[in-house]
């Protein structure tokens, strides 16, 4: 089931977008930063932190633009709303993360445009629940979409047992993912320039590449990713099920797939009284 339909178009328009926010996720491996006469780094990495939250509002726009009625926007309010409600149930807490679950089987069952969509979304309701908006908000934002328009993309004739599978399947490849696309955000100015693994400026695509990969595996992979990973499976695997049925039983309820028509309403053919033969004095 489909309730947020993409054209070519929109379609169209959310590649380039996020291949230009991938861009200013993946901008150490991609640019050099010129340092100014004072041998500082200029502002040219920033320059992707402002440029972000225009490439947010951009693909969120155009994936709208494939239609929200009022029935698409009340189960994407409710569950923007679920999200962020669990959402600090486990964030913060040696890598549990209780959001992406929902967001993957969400995706599943309505799309890739309303798994896009949800994405944005739960991440800015929490973010505006828990008082967590900064610099790091438009990066999880188009992570958590990606994530679940990805899950949107998933073959949709698997079902029962492998479906659960392939879903907790995918759950451990968003959890190391985000974890990456987190990561990289942040690493130019984690640790500074004087480590081993620190962002060199101007060094070859590999070298920081391994600096990075080496970042990665000691503080992040081995521990958080590795935890929200595991928490995907295990609420996928245990949960998975009956939220399914829950969520496609409310599409079919909702019937998101039903076409709105207009018409005429029928013309009203009046009563036509036929005299009875022998004028007024007849009787039957």
Do not use: C
């Amino acid at each position: 089931m489909t309730t947020v339909r993409l054209s070519r178009r929109n379609a169209l328009v959310l590649i380039v977008a996020s291949a230009a926010a991938l861009a200013a996720f993946l901008w150490p491996l991609l640019i050099t930063p010129a340092q100014n006469a004072a041998g500082t780094n200029s502002a040219a990495p920033f320059l992707f932190l402002a440029i972000l939250p225009v490439l947010v509002v951009v693909a969120v726009a155009e994936v709208a633009a494939g239609g929200l009625d009022a029935k698409t926007i009340a189960m994407l309010g409710v569950l923007s709303a679920i999200n962020a409600a669990l959402r600090p149930l486990g964030a913060g807490t040696a890598g549990i993360e209780t959001v992406f679950f929902l967001l993957v089987l969400a995706g599943r069952v309505f799309g890739p445009g309303f798994g896009f969509l949800l994405g944005s979304t739960s991440l800015l309701a929490s973010a505006l629940l828990t008082a967590g908006v900064g610099p790091w908000l438009p990066y999880q934002m188009l992570a958590s979409s990606w994530i679940g328009l990805g899950a949107g993309l998933l073959p949709r004739r698997v079902r029962g047992r492998a479906e659960i599978a392939m879903l907790a399947g995918y759950g451990v490849i968003a959890a190391y993912v985000f974890g990456f696309l987190m990561n990289m955000s942040y690493w130019p100015f984690a640790i500074g320039g004087d480590t081993q693994l620190s962002y060199v400026a101007g060094a070859p695509l590999v070298e920081n590449l391994r600096r990075f990969v080496v970042f990665t595996a000691l503080t992040s992979t081995a521990g958080w990713d590795t935890v929200r990973a595991i928490t995907n499976v295990v609420a996928i695997a245990l949960l998975g099920p009956a939220v399914l049925v829950a969520l496609r039983r409310a599409a079919r309820k909702a019937a998101f797939d039903a076409p709105v028509t207009f018409a005429d309403p029928p013309a009203v053919i009046p009563d036509v009284v036929t005299p009875m033969a022998g004028g007024d004095d007849a009787t039957p």
